[in-house]
């Protein structure tokens, strides 16, 4: 009788661990398919001011309406495979992560640096997710800078094809509007020239390393990549975006 029950009371908490880990992560991926980015609230037993994180992201979510709040414990071992990935083990909380709609994370913000400003800026716009998750998987970035109106873009843009492959395809080519409002943020954040076309170009690390004009050959565009640099960055997990730095030691935040 005592086996039983024991059995069946191990049975429930393992469902409860599991069903626990299961809805966040199912918060997560709804999230990620409904195209909407990600204010994640993470926090335990000794976390002091999450309630107050939390109506900050709420304050933000007013502002930007393709974003959700999601809260997780890190005490809960359910949770552990998500601390793991956002390498939360050691950060003290609470802190609020925010994920682009691809699940990368383009920010962080502690109880203390956290304002609503700053979530809303560290919201990413589509092309620069785009350039995040490139970089997640160690892939250099090649911003193509224009607008519509300009077609040196073209020559540009097959002259990075050529570099990608001459790189094995560890690069990504990424074109961004200039006049496009919806990537203002990011322009503001990699500061192009906005009278004529450019490649930003940044290297598997993250680190900006070099803007060229539109009669750039594949050649350049490939020296530009394997540039050495000092120093480290880490655009997907901290409160650095993947701007041009002040100097070329790492990145510029926000």
């Known amino acids: 009788m005592k086996t039983t029950m024991i059995l069946n009371a191990l049975t429930f908490l393992l469902s409860i661990s599991f069903n626990s880990f299961a809805d966040t992560n199912k918060e997560i991926e709804s999230a990620k398919k409904s195209g909407k ?11 002091k001011g999450t309630d107050e994180l939390v109506k900050l992201a709420e304050s933000a979510q007013k502002s930007a309406k393709k974003t959700t709040i999601i809260k997780i414990d890190r005490d809960d071992k359910a949770n552990e495979s998500l601390i793991t990935k956002y390498r939360l083990a050691g950060v003290p909380l609470p802190v609020v992560l925010v994920l682009a709609s691809n699940g990368v994370v383009s920010g962080s913000l502690s109880k203390q640096e956290a304002s609503v400003e700053k979530l809303l800026a560290y919201l990413p716009t589509p092309k620069q997710s785009e350039v ?3 970089f997640e998987n160690g892939k ?3 911003i193509i800078c224009s607008k519509k109106s300009l077609k040196d873009k073209e020559t540009l843009s097959t002259e990075s094809d050529k570099a990608i492959k001459a790189l094995d395809n560890k690069a ?3 074109i961004v509007d200039l006049e496009n409002k919806d990537e203002k943020n990011f ?3 990699i500061k192009p020239d906005l009278t004529k076309t450019t490649v930003l170009v940044f290297n598997g690390k993250g680190q900006y390393t070099s803007t060229l004009d539109a009669n750039a050959k594949s050649e350049d565009i490939v020296k530009a990549i394997n540039k050495k640099m000092g120093g480290g960055c880490c655009p997907g997990g901290s409160s650095s975006g993947c701007g ?3 100097s070329n030691s790492g990145c510029e935040k926000k």
């Open 244 to 246: 041009k730095p002040k």
């Open 140 to 142: 250099a970035a090649l």
């Open 132 to 134: 995040l998750l490139g």
């Open 172 to 174: 990504l080519k990424v």
């Open 187 to 189: 322009i503001d954040l």
């Open 37 to 47: 980015c990600i204010y994640l609230v993470v926090t335990d037993k000794n976390a």
